[in-house]
Structures are given as C-alpha cells and as structure tokens.
C-alpha cells in the first residue's frame, strides 16, 4: 500500500470517528467549523421527525441552557424580523374584521381615513358602511349600484348632506312667506320680549348643566397616579357627560324653535289663516321642567297582561295601537324576573303611564303566584324594592306619570290605603277603579281614582268595544281557550320563531349571492328578530315599528324623535290626595265647627258642606245596596233555572213511574243546591223589604250575619261539589235516557246556553260579589253610623268562608296538575304529595364538554339530547324530551321519559358565562351527579335561574 493510499485512509478514518463521537477538536478551526454543522445537519434532521411536543420539549431545554444575553439575542431577533406595530392592520387581518372597525367612524371620520393609503380609501367607501348611515335619515338611493361599482352610497350622503336646508322660523317666513296675518307692532314687540325670556332660560339651563360637570370630574386628569381602570372608568363617565351636555344644548335648541311657533297669540281661524301641526299626535313628546335637569318624557303607554286573567289573549288583542303590552306567567315568575320584562320593553325610555292588569279584589294585588301584595307585606324589603323601580320608569306626578292598576283596590279601605302607601313609595300617581259593579271584570270600566284625563285608563289602554266584548264572555272564552292553549301552544311557538327566518332566508337567496349572505348573517338574524317582535306587536304601521326596532338594537336613536318636541305646561291636580283626605273631611269639618261661633258668617258655610257630604255618602250606600239588591236577583233566578228545568221534570218523571234518574242520584246531584236557592231566596226576600223603606240610617250588615249564620248549607255543597259532577258523568253514561234528557234542555234558551255542570259554578262565584260590595259598602258607612260594626263582623265571616272555598280550589287544581305529570312521564315515581305544587317548566339542551382540563372560555361542548326541567315547591324533576313528527303533517308529538328527581336543598347551581363557543348555560348538580344545560334564548335562563333560586330559598327556610 502507497503512502498516499494509507494517508487517504487515515483521512476517512478520521472523519467517520469525527461524525458519531464527542470530541471537539477546539484547536483546528476548519475541522470544527466542519464537525459543527454536520452536528447542526444532524439536528435538525432529527427535529423535522419529533412531534409537536417533542420540538416542545426540545426548545423548553435548549433556553434553559441559554444565558441572558443568548435569550436577548433571540428576543431581538424577533422583534426585527416581525414589527407588529408597523404594519398595517387593513392589509393583515380579514376583510369583514377591517370593515367592522371602520363601521364605528362617524361620516366625517370616513372621510378623514379615506385620504390616508389607497387599501383605507378602498374600504371606506364601501357600501356596507355608508348605506346604514343613509338609511338611518331616509335617503335612499335612487338607482341600483353594478356589481363591480362601490362608493355609490357615500356619494348619494355627500350630495344629501350638502342639499339639506334648515332655516329659523324667522328665516323661513322671509324665504317662503307665511299663511298668517302680518303682525301689529304690540304683537312683534311681544314675540321679541318672550324670545329673550326663553332665551335666557335656556342659557340657565345650560350653564347649571355645566356645573353639573364638575361633579363627575375624575380625581385625576392625567399622569400616573390614575390606574388603568380608574382612567377608563373616569373616561367613559366624562364622555358620558359630554354628550349629554351636547344633546342638551341641541335639544335646548330645537325646543327654542318650537317654542317660538307655540307663544304666538291665538287667533280665531279666519278666512286665510290655517293652523297646520308640526307632527302627529302619535308622535307628540312632552317637555316638563324640573329644578334639577330638563327631561323629555314620551307618550309611552305600557301594560302588564297576567296569565292568570280569563282569555288573556282576547285581551291582548284589544290594546290599542301604539301600546306596549308584555304578557308574563303568573305561576313561576319572580318579582326580579318581572322588572326585567318591564325593563327589556321599555329599553330605557321613560313610560308616561304603566297599567297592571292581573287578578285580585279590592284589598290587594294577586300580582304573583306568591305575592298577593296588600297592606300587611307591602313594606317587605323585596316588594318595596320593585315598585320603587317600576316607579321609576314612569314619569313623576308633576309630569302627568301614572300607574293605573286595573283591581278594585277603591273599593275599600285597605285598598284605599295600599294606594296610598304605593303613592308615598314611589312618588307616582297610583290609579284603581272604585266600581262596584258585580260581574265578572266589570269593574275595570267603572270610574277610577284620581281621574285627571280625558280619557278613561281603560279607554287609554284599550279598545272599550272589544274589552266590553270580553268582559261579558270571560268565562266561556277561557274554558274555550284552555285546550286550544294546551294543544296548538308547542306548535305556534315553533312557527313564530321559525317563519321570521324563512322569510328573511328567501328575501336573502332570491337577491343576494352566497358570499353575501355568509357575510350578513348578523344583519339576517335581527331582521328575523324585527319581524318576530313584529308578529307580537301587530302594530298598525309595520314599516315604523321594524325601522325603531333595527335603531335600537344598533343602539342609537333618531335625531328625528329627538328634536320633535313641544314645549308646553302641564300641571295636573292631585285628585287622588284629596279622595285619600275625604275620609277625614268630617273630623275636620266638627274641628272646624267647634273653633267658629253660631254667629260667625263660616258657621253657615260649613253646616251646608258638612250636609252635602252626607248626602253624598248616603246616595253611594244607596247605590251600593241597589246593586247588592239586583245582583242577588239574578243569582237567585240562576238557581230557580236549576229548580225549574231539570228537578221538577226529573221528580215528574219519577211520579209518572216513568224515571229518567233514580230517586237516590236526584237526591245526590240536586239536594244541596235546592237547600242553597232556599238560603238564598229568603236573604233576597229581606233585602228587598230593607230597601223598599230605605234611608240613611237603615242597615244591611244584620241581615249579612244572618245569613253568615247559615253558611253550612254552602258547605255541604262544596263538600259534595265532586260527587255530585262524577254522579252526573256517571248517569250520563250508564243511563240513555238521562243522556237525552241533558242534550235537550241543556244550552237551551231556558237555562241562558248553559250546561247543567257551568250552573253549578255559580254558588262558588258569588262570595267574591259580597266581599267586593260590603268592603264598598263600609268605605261609604261613617264610623258613627249604627251599621259600621255589624258590616264589619259580616265582612270577617264571608271572608273566612271564601278563604275555605279557595283552599278547596287550590287543592282540586294542585292535584289535576300533578295527576297530568304522572301520566304524560314515562317512569316517574309517584309525585302526589301533601302541599306539592307544580312551579314552572323549562325546556332545555343537555350539553357534555369534551375537555374538562381546557380553560372555561375555550371549552367546547356537545349538544347530548333535550332535557325538560319541572320545578315544584319541593323538588326538581329532570326528564329527557323527544319530539317525534308525523308523516305528511306539521304537527308533532312530544314524550317524556324519566331521568331524576333531586330534593332543592340538595341542588347546586352554578352559572356558565357566555364565551364563544357556548350562550346561556348553567350547571345542576346534585349530589351524584350533575347536568350542563342551556337555554335556547338568554331571557329564558334569567327567568328560570330567577324562579329556581327563589323556591331553594323559600323551600330551606320552611
């Protein structure tokens, strides 16, 4: 072998122990250079084959070898390669993200960002952004733009914008002349005089707003010793101001200008000279002064609808145009959950009246399932706290605000003082009609307290023919309407959601491409909204209605609404105060009697005054009596139909021995409610020969602890009352002749189109008229007068007797409830249990998240199935819930099916916030295992989390 050869080799040798061993040779330079990147060479091939973690890992190693200088070299290395702050955010992110930012600019700033790079100009003149801003002042474009044009709606507000024209009154009627007869000069001197007042009003008005503005001045205006939170809060709070300060000032404006046209002389409507409105009535807002600020209340008209009231749609649909109704649950809604309702339809106006229309008497409020607020539990921290809010939604007394309540409360003396303290609380006006007139609702169409208006509440709210209509069919409406609500309730409320959104959906593809649609999913989702609220409303201009609904969801209002105001005085009377004082006018009347002498001129006066309120009172008891006297006629020729129509023939039928019934079911069916018109017939009897002798000191509360003295009879009645409806059902069954017999003379002319079953209701119904008309009765009774204690004692014995008949009602209706639970359940254990009650139930989504170790905001969840939640008093039961559908129809059938049941002091609840990956859920645990559920609407989780924490903490502190 050669030298050469051998060297070669040497070579070779050399680097294959060089490549795969650890030695580094430091003193060759070149030969370290070389084993170094064949080492780099290796690593990197090893690193382009590990994992994802593994390259983790691998870094994690490697900086932690690193020294600080090393890691600053890095640091260094990035910020070079990639400098974040220079770049421009219109070439970086998405389109669609870029054209959200820009849609925040006003127009003037549009114009500014346009002229700073062509890619700004490009995406500021588009037409996502400018045709909303047209939109919004009605202009819209008067040719359809090409697919490949842009800008067309920015030009169209340049030209709108650069054409408007607004001139003062003064001005105007130099330009265009005017329709009025030339001024005198005493007349132009006026007008001059009454500018400068109003001028000077409104710059008073003005510099206290300022003022105003140091209040809400941050304690620090710039440096470091403000945080980061404290900046932005004081930040948002200045702004805050500042706009209102501007909105101020140009409302102040505008209401000089309207003001001007309103202190002109009123002059007789002469040949020549026509008064034209600046607006519609409709649209009329009213500016009242205070001391403190200048507020615009509205002629806003809202109403809150029970559940609980007979045909509540019929009365829904008589609320006139322009109202706003909201129709809440009456059974499993809070007091919390029912601000919230009030709240969200308000969307923070001022209403300038609130009317409830829910159930009760003439001492208190069945407002909720549990709060029958009255006198003894108004003061109660959580009743107190919602009508001191729902007071201030309303405008003051001294604007003209009122909350009308449509319950008899002025028929009494305790509804009377509940008014009174609602008034003290809340500083509004609270309204309630003082009829007496028996029957069912008809009290609302009566006269009512502290009437100042024009118009009626009733009349205000409501179409007085059709709620006449429904006041008069009330019961047979709600019989009709329980099964239709039971049957086509699912079904509507799926085709309400669901039709919005095909409409919307069909508009969209017959007029858009698909790229459009997919970039304006949010835009198609309101309008789906819109026409949602739309179909609630039903509202006479729909085009208006969808126009303020699409302005307040981007929450912004219109300048148009905002400068339409009229100045104009309005100082109401404070009748409902004087009512509340009438009770003490005699005390006061013999005060003032015994401080003045027979000879004083005022002594006269007085006798005369204090005369005439007697007379007063004594032609109200006299009207009362009359309508005590009438409506026991009619319920007593009710129970004479019952006699007459189907006793007497069955008994005949029984002597002729030819019998339809036996002797024995006649016995059972009919024997308590002849003993009852017997009972009724001789209290008629005395109170027809009382009131043919009537006079001011003549008594009716006798003859009421007479018959209170004999309520027994009612007793056996009620205790009977199932019997008698399952011996009916049964004869009708078993016995063909019984069964014709009932389809002739039933809903006959005879027995007024009723049924033998809706005759027997009557007795039940008539304790509420003789509570209502002896409350009203006392109310007009002096405290001397002979008969005040004898109503009293009446009024205690028929309301003992009336609670009993409704804890019979409560508990035949808690167990029909629970009776239908069980059936329509699959697997459910028993739910009959002493003082259960049904609450409320929810329709859920049962969710499972796929990675409990993710954060909260980056979790994702899985929809597993639909889960139907039953509140009781007691317990919450969870079933699964399937909706099966049926070939060729719409309709579906819906199945439960068992899943648990946890005691409410067992149950955990735990709220999951909103992120981008799940909206609207919470957590049930119990205490083996639990359940992520979510709402398919947010209002539906407050209301259901509001009524589920309320009954856990009622249920633990029983």
């Known amino acids: 072998m050669s030298a050469g050869d051998s060297s070669r080799k040497t070579l070779e040798m050399e680097s294959f122990h060089t490549r795969f061993s650890a030695w580094t040779p430091f003193c060759n330079k070149s030969l370290n250079r070389q084993l170094f990147q064949e080492r780099v060479a290796l690593i990197s091939h090893w690193f382009d084959l590990w994992t994802n973690k593994q390259r983790q890992e691998f870094l994690f190693t490697i900086f932690l070898r690193c020294t600080k200088s090393q890691l600053r070299f890095v640091q260094d290395w990035f910020s070079e390669r990639i400098q974040v702050t220079k770049v421009d955010f219109s070439t970086v992110l998405p389109r669609f993200i870029s054209l959200y930012i820009f849609s925040f600019l006003n127009p003037k700033d549009l114009c500014v960002a346009a002229q700073v790079s062509w890619p700004w100009k490009f995406l500021t003149e588009q037409d996502c952004l400018w045709m909303p801003k047209c939109i919004r002042f009605g202009w819209f474009l008067p040719y359809t733009p090409n697919d490949n044009e842009y800008g067309a709606w920015k030009y169209h507000y340049i030209a709108c914008v650069s054409n408007l024209d607004w001139l003062t009154p003064r001005e105007a009627a130099a330009t265009y002349g005017t329709l009025n007869e030339p001024k005198t000069e005493d007349e132009e001197l006026q007008e001059r005089q009454r500018e400068k007042c109003l001028r000077k009003i409104i710059w008073e008005k003005i510099a206290l707003q300022k003022k105003q503005l140091f209040k809400v001045r941050p304690p620090w205006v710039s440096g470091t010793g403000c945080s980061r939170l404290s900046k932005s809060e004081c930040q948002s709070r200045l702004s805050q101001t500042v706009r209102d300060r501007v909105g101020l000032h140009d409302a102040l404006e505008k209401q000089f200008v309207l003001a001007s046209l309103e202190v002109l002389p009123k002059r007789s409507n002469i040949s020549g000279y026509h008064s034209y409105p600046l607006m519609s009535k409709k649209n009329w807002c009213e500016v009242h002064k205070n001391d403190n600020s200048s507020s615009y209340v509205c002629q806003l008209r809202f109403i809150l609808i029970s559940s609980r009231i007979p045909a509540y749609e019929m009365v829904v649909d008589s609320v006139n145009a322009g109202v706003i109704s909201v129709v809440y649950e009456h059974s499993g809604t809070t007091l919390e959950s029912l601000l919230y309702l009030v709240e969200k339809a308000l969307d923070g106006q001022k209403a300038q009246s609130i009317g409830i229309f829910s159930d009760g008497d003439n001492r208190e409020i069945n407002l909720l399932q549990d709060y029958k607020i009255g006198i003894k539990?108004?003061?109660?921290?959580?009743?107190?706290?919602?009508?001191?809010?729902?007071?201030?939604?309303?405008?003051?007394?001294?604007?003209?605000?009122?909350?009308?309540?449509?319950?008899?409360?002025?028929?009494?003396?305790?509804?009377?003082?509940?008014?009174?303290?609602?008034?003290?609380?809340?500083?509004?006006?609270?309204?309630?009609?003082?009829?007496?007139?028996?029957?069912?609702?008809?009290?609302?169409?009566?006269?009512?307290?502290?009437?100042?208006?024009?118009?009626?509440?009733?009349?205000?709210?409501?179409?007085?023919?059709?709620?006449?209509?429904?006041?008069?069919?009330?019961?047979?409406?709600?019989?009709?309407?329980?099964?239709?609500?039971?049957?086509?309730?699912?079904?509507?409320?799926?085709?309400?959601?669901?039709?919005?959104?095909?409409?919307?959906?069909?508009?969209?593809?017959?007029?858009?491409?698909?790229?459009?649609?997919?970039?304006?999913?949010?835009?198609?989702?309101?309008?789906?909204?819109?026409?949602?609220?739309?179909?609630?409303?039903?509202?006479?201009?729909?085009?208006?209605?969808?126009?303020?609904?699409?302005?307040?969801?981007?929450?912004?209002?219109?300048?148009?609404?905002?400068?339409?105001?009229?100045?104009?005085?309005?100082?109401?009377?404070?009748?409902?105060?004087?009512?509340?004082?009438?009770?003490?006018?005699?005390?006061?009347?013999?005060?003032?009697?015994?401080?003045?002498?027979?000879?004083?001129?005022?002594?006269?006066?007085?006798?005369?005054?204090?005369?005439?309120?007697?007379?007063?009172?004594?032609?109200?008891?006299?009207?009362?009596?009359?309508?005590?006297?009438?409506?026991?006629?009619?319920?007593?020729?009710?129970?004479?139909?019952?006699?007459?129509?189907?006793?007497?023939?069955?008994?005949?039928?029984?002597?002729?021995?030819?019998?339809?019934?036996?002797?024995?079911?006649?016995?059972?069916?009919?024997?308590?409610?002849?003993?009852?018109?017997?009972?009724?017939?001789?209290?008629?009897?005395?109170?027809?020969?009382?009131?043919?002798?009537?006079?001011?000191?003549?008594?009716?509360?006798?003859?009421?602890?007479?018959?209170?003295?004999?309520?027994?009879?009612?007793?056996?009645?009620?205790?009977?009352?199932?019997?008698?409806?399952?011996?009916?059902?049964?004869?009708?069954?078993?016995?063909?002749?019984?069964?014709?017999?009932?389809?002739?003379?039933?809903?006959?002319?005879?027995?007024k189109m009723l049924s033998l079953q809706e005759l027997l209701l009557y007795p039940s119904r008539r304790f509420d008229e003789y509570i209502n008309l002896l409350y009203a009765l006392r109310l007009h009774t002096p405290a001397e007068h002979v008969d005040r204690g004898d109503l009293t004692t009446a009024i205690e014995q028929i309301k003992r007797y009336k609670g009993y008949i409704d804890k019979m009602k409560k508990n035949t209706n808690v167990k029909g409830q629970v009776s239908d639970l069980q059936r329509i359940i699959w697997g459910c254990p028993t739910l009959s249990e002493v003082n259960r009650y049904l609450i409320m139930v929810q329709d859920v989504a049962q969710l499972h998240c796929c990675d409990v170790e993710t954060c909260l905001s980056l979790r994702l969840y899985e929809h597993t199935c639909d889960l139907s939640l039953f509140l009781f008093n007691d317990v919450l039961l969870i079933s699964s819930r399937v909706t099966s559908h049926v070939p060729f129809e719409r309709t579906s059938k819906t199945t439960y099916q068992f899943i648990a049941s946890m005691a409410l002091h067992r149950l955990l609840i735990e709220d999951i916030p909103d992120s981008k990956y799940i909206k609207n859920a919470f957590i049930l645990q119990g205490p083996k295992c639990e359940w992520i559920c979510a709402t398919e609407v947010e209002d539906d989780k407050f209301l259901w989390l509001s009524v589920l924490h309320s009954t856990i903490k009622s249920s633990m502190g029983k």
């Open 377 to 751: 539990n108004l003061l109660r921290p959580e009743v107190r706290d919602f009508w001191e809010k729902l007071g201030s939604y309303v405008a003051t007394e001294e604007e003209g605000g009122h909350v009308d309540l449509f319950v008899p409360l002025g028929a009494s003396e305790a509804g009377l003082e509940v008014l009174s303290q609602l008034s003290q609380l809340t500083g509004t006006l609270f309204t309630a009609p003082t009829g007496i007139t028996t029957g069912s609702y008809q009290h609302i169409l009566s006269d009512w307290l502290g009437q100042q208006w024009e118009r009626a509440p009733p009349s205000i709210y409501f179409s007085e023919s059709k709620l006449l209509t429904w006041s008069s069919f009330t019961d047979f409406l709600e019989d009709t309407l329980k099964s239709v609500r039971k049957q086509l309730s699912p079904l509507f409320k799926e085709l309400r959601k669901n039709i919005s959104g095909r409409m919307i959906g069909q508009f969209m593809f017959d007029s858009m491409n698909m790229a459009s649609i997919i970039n304006n999913q949010d835009i198609t989702q309101t309008l789906a909204d819109g026409l949602l609220e739309l179909s609630k409303e039903n509202s006479d201009t729909p085009l208006e209605f969808l126009s303020c609904f699409l302005l307040r969801k981007c929450g912004k209002k219109s300048k148009d609404f905002e400068g339409s105001v009229i100045l104009r005085k309005y100082d109401p009377k404070s009748t409902f105060n004087l009512f509340m004082k009438e009770r003490n006018v005699e005390d006061s009347l013999q005060d003032m009697k015994s401080s003045l002498s027979k000879s004083s001129p005022n002594f006269e006066v007085l006798i005369n005054l204090e005369r005439k309120l007697q007379m007063d009172s004594a032609e109200k008891r006299a009207r009362i009596v009359g309508e005590l006297l009438q409506s026991e006629r009619k319920y007593v020729q009710m129970l004479t139909i019952m006699r007459d129509v189907y006793v007497t023939p069955l008994k005949a039928a029984l002597s002729s021995n030819r019998a339809i019934l036996s002797a024995l079911n006649v016995q059972i069916i009919f024997s308590d409610i002849l003993q009852i018109l017997n009972l009724n017939r001789q209290f008629l009897d005395d109170l027809r020969d009382r009131l043919q002798e009537w006079g001011p000191a003549h008594c009716v509360g006798e003859i009421f602890i007479k018959f209170g003295r004999q309520l027994n009879t009612y007793t056996n009645f009620f205790n009977n009352y199932p019997v008698v409806l399952k011996t009916i059902e049964k004869c009708r069954e078993m016995t063909p002749t019984f069964r014709a017999f009932l389809k002739r003379h039933d809903k006959t002319i005879a027995t």
